[in-house]
């Protein structure tokens, strides 16, 4: 006599090879596929907003860098700037005192030689 579980494994077997064939249903798998499709598109499109999220965010971000990078720059050009006008102001007074320094000399110079044509 064969064992019980033996018995209940081959009928259980029996059952799945001796199901009934079940004509393939067009209609409803058409429905799932267009279902699965529906929502692969729906999954898709949230994609994509999410990203053209992600890309305003990150435009936003960058136009604010530049901008801030920008006011940097201006700035230091205008920082430049006045340094420059400042040693343009420095060398216009030195040059002034050279010329003052230089006609004082040349009006001792004068004097001298009148004082020494005088002697």
């Known amino acids: 006599m064969a064992p019980q579980g033996s018995v209940q494994q081959q009928q ?6 001796l199901k009934p064939i079940t004509p393939f249903d067009r209609e ?16 898709f499109n949230n994609l994509i907003q999410e990203l053209y ?10 136009s604010s860098y530049v901008i801030a990078k920008q006011n940097e720059l201006i ?3 205008e920082q430049g700037i ?7 102001q420095a060398q216009e007074r030195v040059r002034q005192s050279m010329v ?4 004082t000399v ?3 110079f004068e004097t001298l030689t009148q004082l020494e044509g005088d002697s």
């Open 82 to 88: 006045l340094e420059l006008q400042e040693a343009e």
């Open 28 to 43: 409803s798998y058409h429905a799932r596929l267009s279902e699965d499709n529906a929502s692969m598109v729906h999954y």
């Open 100 to 103: 003052t320094f230089l006609a």
């Open 106 to 108: 040349s009006k001792a």
């Open 12 to 17: 259980a077997d029996d059952d799945v090879l």
């Open 53 to 62: 999220g992600l890309g305003d965010s990150v435009r936003e971000y960058l």
């Open 75 to 77: 700035e230091q050009v």
